[in-house]
């Protein structure tokens, strides 16, 4: 059984946009910039946006981060977002979701100019996913497909079920493995909370993709043998006997299905890392032009 190391496969993927700045900063041009807007103090979303600025300096790329409290108007937000639209120097802006509930989140993904929005939210990106075009894909399943490039994990004519139909993973990752691209051309199912018979539906997969935010939810018993197993789920699960007082774990009981899978992607150390590669390779898109 191959485990898909995210470790291994963003390192690829940083190793190359850091040749890249290379000869950007040799030929005297100005870097890729990447600015975060983070509202609130909420722990995880502290975590993710630490991560992505960190992964920005070690690739060459700036960055900034702009905080702002919970309690932040909506309108001062999307004052903000107008700010770094007109930004020369800024490629790519990023706004860490959830938001608090008295901003409307599709007002604030709709603010950003699609040339700079390096999540891949914006309805003219996504529309643009759907017809197969040029775009910003949204970092989750970009780094999902990089990494089965990576690791030369055919999908062409396979059967794909994913489970989630978030705007942010499940959807996005269930039109790009039903695209005529390398690592799409499957028959793709996708599932949601409605879904009837999801285990008989997950046993005739060829790749599964748990994107629902339940720890431990795809068994052994669902997993047909030899399917590909991706595991998107990030939940903090509370343990006394962890240094942090928690512990991360996916939407896949990983024991379970290492005795099933041909491949596995482990929480962590797996999507997650390639989240943030995905979101590196879009603030370069950016930079270049889409
Ligand atoms: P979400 O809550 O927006 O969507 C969850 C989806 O799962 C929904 O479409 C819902 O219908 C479906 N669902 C819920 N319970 C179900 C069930 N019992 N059976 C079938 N479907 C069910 O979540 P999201 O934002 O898509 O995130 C999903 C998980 O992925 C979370 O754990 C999140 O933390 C994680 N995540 C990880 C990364 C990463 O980089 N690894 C990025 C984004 C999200």
């Not at 485990?3 to 470790?7: H, I, R, S």
């Not at 914006?122 to 996504?126: A, D, G, S």
């Not at 950016?286 to 889409?290: H, K, N, P």
């Given at each position: 059984?191959l485990?898909?190391?995210?470790?291994i496969?963003?390192?690829?993927v940083?190793a190359?946009?850091?040749e890249?700045t290379q000869?950007l900063k040799?030929?005297?041009?100005?870097?890729?910039h990447l600015?975060?807007i983070?509202v609130?103090?909420n722990?995880?979303?502290?975590?993710?946006?630490?991560?992505?600025?960190k992964?920005?300096?070690?690739?060459?790329?700036?960055s900034?981060l702009?905080?702002?409290?919970a309690?932040?108007?909506?309108?001062?937000l999307?004052?903000k977002?107008?700010e770094?639209?007109q930004?020369?120097?800024?490629?790519?802006?990023?706004?860490?979701?959830?938001?608090?509930k008295?901003?409307?989140e599709?007002?604030i993904?709709?603010?950003?100019?699609p040339?700079?929005?390096v999540?891949?939210f914006?309805?003219?990106?996504?529309g643009r996913?759907?017809?197969g075009?040029?775009?910003f894909?949204?970092a989750?399943p970009y780094g999902i497909?990089l990494?089965?490039e990576?690791?030369?994990?055919?999908?062409?004519?396979?059967?794909?079920?994913?489970?989630?139909?978030?705007?942010?993973v499940g959807?996005p990752?269930?039109?790009l493995l039903s695209?005529?691209?390398?690592?799409?051309n499957?028959?793709?199912t996708?599932?949601?909370?409605?879904?009837?018979?999801?285990?008989?539906?997950?046993?005739?997969a060829?790749?599964?993709v748990?994107?629902?935010g339940?720890?431990?939810?795809?068994?052994g018993d669902m997993?047909?043998?030899?399917?590909?197993i991706?595991?998107v789920g990030?939940?903090?699960v509370e343990?006394?006997?962890?240094?942090?007082?928690?512990r991360?774990?996916g939407?896949v009981?990983?024991?379970e299905?290492?005795?099933?899978?041909?491949?596995?992607?482990?929480?962590p150390?797996?999507v997650g890392?390639?989240?943030i590669?995905?979101?590196?390779?879009n603030?370069?898109k950016?930079?270049?032009?889409?």
């Open positions: 059984m485990v898909l190391d995210g470790k496969a963003a390192a690829a940083k190359t946009l850091l890249q000869a040799a030929a005297g041009k100005r870097m890729p600015a975060a983070l609130g103090n722990g995880a979303s502290e975590t993710y946006v630490a991560s992505k600025v992964n920005c300096e070690e690739t060459g790329f700036g900034s702009y905080r702002m409290e309690d932040v108007e909506e309108a001062v999307l004052a977002i107008a770094l639209n930004d020369p120097n800024c490629d790519g802006i990023l706004v860490q979701l959830p938001l608090p008295h901003i409307k599709s007002n993904i709709e603010a950003i100019d040339a700079k929005d999540d891949g914006h309805p003219v990106n996504v996913l759907v017809q075009l040029n775009t894909i949204p989750t497909i990494m089965l990576h690791f030369n994990i055919e999908t062409k004519g396979k059967n794909a079920v994913v489970i989630g139909r978030s705007n942010i959807r990752m269930s039109i695209s005529n691209i390398a690592q799409g499957c028959t793709v996708i599932c949601h909370s409605h879904t009837k018979n999801l285990k008989e539906i997950c046993l005739g060829d790749m599964i748990a994107a629902l339940v720890p431990n939810f795809l068994t997993i047909k043998p030899g399917a590909v991706v595991d990030i939940t903090r343990d006394a006997t962890a240094k942090k007082g928690f991360i774990k939407d009981h990983y024991e299905a290492c005795a099933k899978a041909s491949a596995i992607t482990p929480v150390g797996g890392l390639m989240t590669a995905g979101l590196l390779k603030t370069m950016a930079y270049q032009g889409l």
